[in-house]
């Protein structure tokens, strides 16, 4: 069927339903499956298609008070949900339907969940309990939990908890009863304990009083006595010498950069090689196993990969979405991060270190030189990368908006005492042009980045509409349509 399905808002259904009474609120529900569906044998003597095996029907009951409990006919409780205020117990049970033996002829099954005819008032037992088969003494901290508690009193083993020695029992989560758990000892030499408490299904529960059971934790505490070299890269080998980390490499053991787990090249009692993880930076190296754990001091270099965006104007602020690489350090002070030309440095503003891979910032190039710019990032901690020529620094296009006087007549030349506009920059040239004709303008005098001035000789000039074109030295024009008269 492919998950929950409400049955009875199918028309014609290959498998149907019927409640007796509706479940909710008595303590005796009937569930009759009716199952359509013939298939075909799939082995000989084997199972059909049209079998329903596990069908998994949820049935809410009220809750039960005085040790009560619900029991089933025709199928098994596979699992229950109480709601938060204990107003429903909801019973998952699972059972079996066969295929139906001809077309009009269903099969039909009928589940029943009530109310037990007597209370369960006896807590579970447990007899033994035992850590890795009873096993006298452990170097790994991941252990197996097996355990024989029954419940004697009719409404079966439903939940237990588990903890540790040096844990508060209130702190231990209730979890689904299992013969055999994997549970994860303290992490430290010498005898540990477990404790377990286990409850049935009655309402409410019979609690087991603590079964607890030891086993000794060999080895030492780990130490580290250097760690080379003691700043890298991301991607870089490191070696932890030391001792205590044990022979071989046990599921718990691992090396962690600041909470980031680094990938293991060796592993041996007295050496460890490593790489420095993605994602990290500055702070310590941490050596974890099964008894303990031990950290150092190390640096993670910056590197800058790139800056989006890479180029902007020098006409004012450009704010730096990403600059991106890794070891950008997150604790503590921003790094240092500025531009540079070599003559000439630009330092940033409002630097946020987003991640240790991304940090954002603005940089005011307002009259900046153009040309090529390196980014350097500088940790607190003075280690820096630099990104050779990182960041392009341009001017931007001249643009007109305007000239005075914007006519003349064709029999000698005009003196433009406004030509208006943005972006001027010295040495700036202007002409008219009108088709494949050009007349270049003289004595061009940028007075300012909004204004110029120059003489026309328009001698002789086509009579009509010119257009108007500026040129940087930097090659970048601006044009002005139709923005000079000739006469």
Known sequence: MGGPNDLEALVDPAIDTAWSPRPGSATSVDCTITNHLTGYEITPRGGWSGDLEGAFIEIPMPYLSGGHYYEVTNGTIGEVFDDATEEHRTCGVITDVSHAPGDGTPTTRTVRVSKSASPDTEAPTCASLQIDGGAATTREAHVTLTNDAVDLGGSGLLDMKIWNDGEAEDD???????????????????ERTVNVRFRDGAMPPNVSDVCSTTITMVGSVPRIAAVTPGAGSVGDPVVIDGAGFGKSRTREDRVLFNDIAADLVSWSDNRITCTVPYGTCTGVVTVFTDVGSVSSEFHVMPLVERIVPDYGYNTGPIHIDNLEGTGFFAGGAAPDVKLTNGPADISAKSAVVVSPQSITCDFDIKGA???YYSVVVTNEDGHSHVLQGGLVVDSPPPTLSGITPDSGK?????????????????GMRAWLI????????GNVVVSSPTRATCTLDITGAKAGKWRLRVRNKDGKEGTLPRGFTVK
């Open 369 to 371: 030189v153009v040309g």
């Open 434 to 441: 009108k088709g494949a004709a050009e007349i270049e303008a």
């Open 410 to 426: 064709s029999a000698g030349t005009v003196d433009v005492t406004d030509m208006s506009g943005d972006n001027f920059l010295d």
């Open 172 to 190: 231990a989560q209730w979890q689904r009863y299992q013969a055999s758990a994997n549970w994860e000892l303290q992490h430290q030499a010498g």
